[in-house]
């Protein structure tokens, strides 16, 4: 089973830029999709970006779009979301989740998921 540490996050002004990071073990990285979520309070886990294994396709969410990069560095075993121009409605846990089957912008399409980082963006 695949297991998911995430680091990064934190408290930025609107405007600046955070990169998260999640790293995988126990079982080759190459060979899983990932995506990144995240959770406002009060609200459903939702879907931001999708990265599959060879990084040749990535599907983002139109509200991140133009703003977020994902990647990863299969030889690092770890996957990034760089975050830029930063918003306060961007203020949530960020989640990190190994695609299982199923719709990717669906939460319950996931097998595993990093232990949540927060990001909290001021105005």
């Known amino acids: 089973q695949v297991q998911l540490v995430q680091s990064g996050g934190g408290l930025v002004q609107a405007g600046d830029s955070l990169r998260l990071s999640c790293a995988a073990s126990?079982?080759?990285?190459?060979?899983?999709?990932m995506s990144w979520f995240r959770q406002a309070p009060g609200k459903e886990r939702e879907f931001l970006v999708f990265i599959d294994w060879s990084s040749s396709y990535i599907y983002y969410a139109e509200t991140v779009k133009g703003r977020f990069i994902a990647s990863r560095d299969n030889a690092l075993n770890t996957v990034y979301l760089q975050m830029n121009s930063l918003k306060p409605e961007d203020t949530a846990i960020y989640y990190c989740g190994h695609y299982n089957s199923g719709s990717y912008v669906m939460s319950g399409s996931y097998e595993t998921w990093g232990q949540g980082t927060q990001v909290t963006v001021l105005s």
């Open positions: 126990g079982r080759p990285f190459s060979t899983i999709d």
